[in-house]
């Protein structure tokens, strides 16, 4: 599996993400990229036609969960938007992640990556067990979910890069980690709580990391960017 670092671009407008992604233009790597529901809903499907047109590759961050059909057919109509990744809920069950992967799949037998979202890093323990009476290690559930994925087909999961290793344990090394929550050395961690540095990541069997404010908020976020290549891909 080819590692490698997705920028968020958790933008509001189509201009502030353009005017962004033009500070990447005499870069020689063209950044693969994450849109997800902010940008998604201001600007619908054109901006996601329109970052691709520029070259990029996109992670669709959309979290599907509906009923299987509706995934289905909702995944029918992202895939063709050309993108290279989407992600869904795992909680939807493993139905439901089976008719994503046929709604997804294009006619020439091509897809994007399909990606499960298993707890998200925001759900504590106490709010799993008070809230959705799930009562269960948090870990456990997570792995859990990871298997479902995997027994579904899915390629893979989003995922603190701490359990990276216990996740490609569980389902396989070909099972794909994404995970956010990358932090420079000595950086601002904002509202993230469990933290690693690109090149930790790296030695945790991360496959791609999705990486937001340290570049998007760096005075300089193509060098941000070439900095976080070099920690988790090129590892010089
Ligand atoms: O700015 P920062 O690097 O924290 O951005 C991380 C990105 O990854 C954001 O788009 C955030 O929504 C996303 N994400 C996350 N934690 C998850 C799932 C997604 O931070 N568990």
Redesign the pocket.
Known sequence: MGKDVII?L?FDSRERTLAFLDRFAGEERKPFV?I?MELYYAEGPAIVREVKARGHRIFL?LKLHDIPNTVKKAMAVLSGLDVDMVNLHAAGTRAMMEAALEGVTRSDGTRPLVIA?TQ???TSQERMEQDLLIERPLDQVVLHYARCAAQAGLDGV???PLEAGKVHEACGDRFVTVT????FAGGDT???VRVTTPARARELGADYI????????AEDPAAAYRKCVEEFVTFS
């Open positions: 968020a958790d994450k997800g961050d979202v998200l890093t925001s989003v995922c603190s956010p929550g990358v932090r904002g509202d993230q999705v990486v937001g404010r340290p570049i998007t908020q």
